[in-house]
């Protein structure tokens, strides 16, 4: 149980938070966000070419491959 000083504390802790970063407090209070479609069938297209890779069909491999980077492109995943 929190002291009335420890609870007047964490609130104000909360409203800086808030008025500091209110685009990530939104995010906190919805909750887990749910993965994006392109996000998705680039991780279906990265099974699909590893295992195409170990069946030694490289050339289907790396059109899945291929179609990762492209999904990965269109989302807007960078290298940084």
Known sequence: ???????RSLDQIEHQFRLDDPLLDNR???G????????????VFGVIGVGLLCLGVIGAALGCF??????LLLRGTTWR
């Not at 149980?1 to 609870?7: G, K, V």
């Not at 887990?32 to 991780?43: F, G, H, K, W, Y």
């Open 32 to 43: 887990r966000a749910r993965p994006m479609p392109t996000t998705v069938l680039a991780i």
């Open 1 to 7: 149980m929190l002291s009335e000083f420890e609870r």
């Open 66 to 71: 291929g179609m990762v980077s492209v999904l």
């Open 28 to 30: 906190l209070a919805v």
